[in-house]
């Protein structure tokens, strides 16, 4: 049996900016999307602990130590600067696979950067 199980998750990013007109995405700084293990084009779900909205779209690489998180296009309207936001991606496993699956989690600050233990 395959399922579906959380593969990647940063925890209550805030956003930085929001660009209605551009061509739909998010935009992640680059040290954010490989602590969480995502990669450029995947696909990801957001959701806005401000406002309960829930946005699937895909990524584009932010720069690197930048803190930037950008709703780009329509998913602009569905958070404002500021707001908390929490981005997951999922992957298909084996079931028995999916039981020993620790999936890559990203603490990031008020600022965006990473919190390192």
């Given at each position: 049996?395959?399922?579906?199980?959380l593969?990647?998750?940063?925890?209550?990013?805030?956003?930085?900016?929001?660009?209605?007109?551009?061509?739909?995405?998010?935009?992640i700084?680059?040290?954010?999307?490989?602590?969480?293990?995502?990669?450029?084009?995947?696909?990801?779900?957001?959701?806005?602990?401000?406002?309960?909205?829930?946005?699937?779209?895909?990524?584009?690489?932010?720069?690197?130590?930048?803190?930037?998180?950008?709703?780009?296009?329509?998913?602009?309207?569905?958070?404002?600067?500021?707001?908390?936001?929490?981005?997951?991606?999922?992957?298909?496993?084996?079931?028995?696979?999916?039981?020993?699956?620790?999936?890559?989690?990203?603490?990031?600050?008020?600022?965006?950067?990473?919190?390192?233990?």
């Open positions: 049996m395959i399922i579906e199980v593969k990647s998750k940063i925890h209550r990013a805030k956003i930085t900016q929001t660009e209605l007109d551009y061509v739909g995405s998010i935009t700084d680059q040290d954010l999307m490989e602590a969480s293990n995502i990669i450029e084009g995947e696909k990801v779900l957001i959701v806005n602990n401000n406002n309960g909205e829930r946005i699937e779209t895909y990524v584009i690489i932010g720069k690197r130590g930048s803190g930037m998180i950008c709703l780009n296009g329509a998913a602009a309207r569905k958070a404002s600067k500021g707001d908390i936001i929490i981005i997951m991606s999922f992957a298909q496993m084996d079931f028995e696979k999916a039981k020993i699956f620790k999936p890559y989690l990203a603490f990031p600050d008020k600022n965006n950067k990473l919190i390192l233990d």
